[in-house]
């Protein structure tokens, strides 16, 4: 999974701290998330990108399409 939260906290001008107080996470927690080496249950991928006023789909990029099951 990749993800575009350093380029939405760019846009706002805010850093990792920052991001991390606002959804309430060490700022660790958003280092991790960035680099794509944790996986953030549904409520903080919602709280994140509530903070960073976008999609949880802008924000987070799967890697692997095919993997998701589809009903048809």
């Known amino acids: 999974m990749r993800t575009r939260i350093k380029e939405y906290r760019a846009k706002?001008?805010?850093?990792?701290e920052d991001l991390a107080q606002k959804v309430g996470v060490?700022?660790?927690t958003?280092?991790?998330l960035e680099k794509g080496k944790y996986n953030?249950?549904?409520?903080?991928?919602h709280d994140v990108?509530?903070?960073l006023k976008t999609s949880i789909d802008e924000l987070f990029i799967f890697d692997d399409e095919d993997s998701v099951?589809?009903?048809e």
Do not use: C, G, N
Request: aromatic share 8%; hydrophobic share 45%; no cysteine.
């Open 12 to 16: 706002y001008d805010m850093t990792q």
């Open 26 to 28: 060490r700022r660790e």
């Open 30 to 32: 958003i280092v991790f």
């Open 40 to 45: 953030p249950s549904l409520r903080l991928a």
């Open 49 to 51: 990108a509530k903070a």
């Open 69 to 71: 099951v589809t009903e």
